[in-house]
């Protein structure tokens, strides 16, 4: 549903708990429970969603949240303790979410069991299974069909999978791109995705007073506000206004294809807050979440709808062209529903893309992380604890808030090195000490 930018913050982020027992403190000390991000009452409003999309009551809900995170957590540090090896991670389980850790090497399943995790030994590491679709990437660049629709890395069965309609497109486009058959399979598909556009919904923003798509997150840059939304929803310049029709920003920046990712600056009438939906659900950051990991999201047509992450770095060819690094979900959409926020607890996902099915019968749809819409422009995401932050360490540590982390990227804080456990922007108060969920001393 189309965040309104006005209003005021009344309830609680949905974030997760961090007090499961999956997580050890690091890989060789003792186990103690790590800290997630932001610890606090999940909304009603997601409770509600998750229970009629995944079919499990309020207890399992909020257990699969708190287990949820602290897999996560679990996993980045296997990331890198198992370096090369690594062949990805997921989870699954309806309250429980199993944690399980692919490696290329048998040597390291005890310490993925030491872990709480379980192991998987596979043939292809995530990195080569990676290079491979880039290279699936920059070929489609110089094709133009649509029967090979969806490209991605499927970490559960090791394996680089391609959906075509047609068997003999998705050949071609492997030989185009000089993919080794042992790494990819191809799966017949009758999907036919395409971005969700503006119909009619609940509150919109509409662009050069015309079509209407939803608001994702609101954002800041400098002391400019304004929200992240999909790239194919407006074009640089253009202009929106908002659910009531009073004139409300233009358009900064926008890519479509290759991403899905814009931004818009807002007036000053207008005011950023962390709400998602009106007020019944608040941002308290943007950790990334693992393939099968519950995720819900909101848009102008269908509201709140839940499912789970089922590839994370997919690609996908609308009649427009093809974006890459997209995440499939199993969440349904309609057209309107572009643009809106996807939401993993309480920590922001990304925006929607695009899809097939609807939410009637089914369907799959696609959203564009957040992460790199921040990245890309510079914007630091509205939370529940923005404040204005610190631009590093006093000590001359590299750690600030604001900055987006990839996992795997080192920064130095009061004279320790510290290594990023999972994909994040940095919020106030997560310096790399107090959030050991997402930093490791190395």
Known sequence: MLQRLTGPARAAAAAAVATGALLAAGLSGSASAAHAPETAEVPSALLHAMQRDLGIDSGQARTRLANEAEAGATA?????ALGPDFAGAWVRGAESATLTV???GASDVKTIEAQG???????????????????L???ATHRTTTDTPVWYVDVRTNALVVEAVRPAAGRALLAAAGVDGALARIERTAERPRPLYDLRGGDAYYINGGSRCSVGFAVTRGTTQGFATAGHCGRAGNSTTGFNRVAQGTFQASVFPGNDMAWVAADSNWTATPNVAGSAV??????QAAVGASVCRSGSTTGWRCGTIQQLNTSVTYPEGTISGVTRTSVCAEPGDSGGSYISGGQAQGVTSGGSGNCTSGGTTYFQPLNPILQAYGLTLKTTSSGPGEPGEPGGGTWAAGTVYQAGATVTYGGATYRCLQYHQAQTGWEPPNVPALWQRT
């Open 76 to 80: 980045g540090r296997l990331r890198l």
């Open 102 to 104: 692919a490696t290329t």
């Open 117 to 135: 995790a379980t192991a998987a030994v596979v043939r292809h590491s995530l990195t080569a299974l990676d290079a491979a679709k880039a290279r």
């Open 137 to 139: 990437d920059r070929a």
């Open 282 to 287: 608040q941002v308290a950051g943007s950790t």
